[in-house]
C-alpha cells in the first residue's frame, strides 16, 4: 500500500494570504499525484494533479509542486479566500496502481 | 469529470437493521470504489466493486457486512448490514477511468451520512 501523511492537521491562514498545505509519501514508485478539498458535509473534489514527470503544475489560485527526491508534495493556494477553508487531502498512487489511499487530511481555516 | 450521485443522502437507522446505498455516475467508468469516512477522519476504502463479479474487500471489510453489487459501468449499490452505533459514518462512492494505460483521476459522490441508534 501507499502511507501518505500530511505535516500538519490545522492550518490557519490570514484572508488574502498564500496558504501552503505539505504531504510526504513514502512509496518511490508513486507517479501519480492529486490534491483534494473536502468541505463540510460534502464528498472530496478534485483540485489539482500532476505526474512524476512534472515538478510543478498551476491552475487557478492553485499550485502543486513535487519533489520526487524527499517524496514531498505540496499545495500553494494564493490570495486564500474563506471559501477555501476544508480539509485537503493528498494522494499518491505508484503506475498502474488502481486504488488511491489518503493521508490524515489538513484542516484550512481562513480567518477573516 | 464524472459527475456521481448518492441515494440516500443521509438517514437514520435503529440497531440491527440494514441499509442499501445506491451510487449513480453520469458516464461509464472503469473503476467503483465504496471508502467510509468517520467524523474527522480520513477516508478508508472499503472495497472495489467490480462489474459483473463480487466486490474485492479490502483488509478488515467483509461482504456478509457491506455486500456490493455492481450490475453495470454505471451504478453500484452498497448494504451496510445489521447495524450497529459503530457503523455510523459517512460512506462515500468513488469513480475512476483508465485510458491509454494511464491513471485517471478518480472523482467522489456527495456522500450518505449514515446514524445508526
Known amino acids: 500500500g501507499e502511507s501518505v501523511g500530511l505535516h500538519l492537521p490545522t492550518l490557519s491562514v490570514q484572508e488574502g494570504d498564500n496558504s501552503i498545505i505539505n504531504c510526504a509519501y513514502s512509496?518511490?514508485?508513486?507517479?501519480?499525484f492529486i490534491w483534494y478539498k473536502q468541505e463540510s458535509g460534502k464528498g472530496p473534489q478534485f483540485i489539482i494533479d500532476i505526474r512524476s514527470n512534472m515538478d510543478k503544475r498551476q491552475g487557478q489560485r492553485v499550485t502543486v509542486l513535487l519533489n520526487k527526491t524527499v517524496k514531498h508534495l505540496s499545495l500553494q493556494i494564493a490570495a486564500t479566500q474563506p471559501g477555501d477553508s476544508a480539509v485537503y487531502f493528498c494522494a499518491a498512487l505508484p503506475s498502474g496502481y488502481q486504488k488511491v489511499t489518503f493521508g490524515t487530511g489538513t484542516k484550512l481555516q481562513v480567518i477573516p | 469529470s464524472a459527475v456521481i450521485s448518492q441515494k440516500p443522502s443521509r438517514d437514520i437507522c435503529q440497531r440491527g437493521t440494514s441499509l442499501t446505498i445506491q451510487c449513480q455516475v453520469d458516464?461509464?467508468?472503469?473503476?467503483m470504489f465504496w471508502y467510509r469516512q468517520q467524523p474527522g477522519q480520513s477516508l478508508t476504502l472499503i472495497a472495489t466493486a467490480n462489474q459483473g463479479s463480487e466486490a474485492t474487500y479490502e483488509s478488515g471489510f467483509v461482504i456478509d457486512k457491506f455486500p456490493i453489487s455492481r450490475p453495470n459501468l454505471t451504478f453500484s449499490t452498497l448494504t451496510v448490514s445489521n447495524m450497529s452505533p459503530e457503523d455510523s459514518s459517512i460512506y462515500l462512492c468513488s469513480v475512476r477511468s483508465l485510458a491509454s494505460g494511464r491513471s485517471d483521476t478518480q472523482y467522489f459522490g456527495p456522500g450518505t451520512r449514515l446514524t445508526v441508534l
Open positions: 512509496n518511490s514508485a508513486s507517479d501519480y
Open positions: 458516464s461509464q467508468v472503469t473503476m
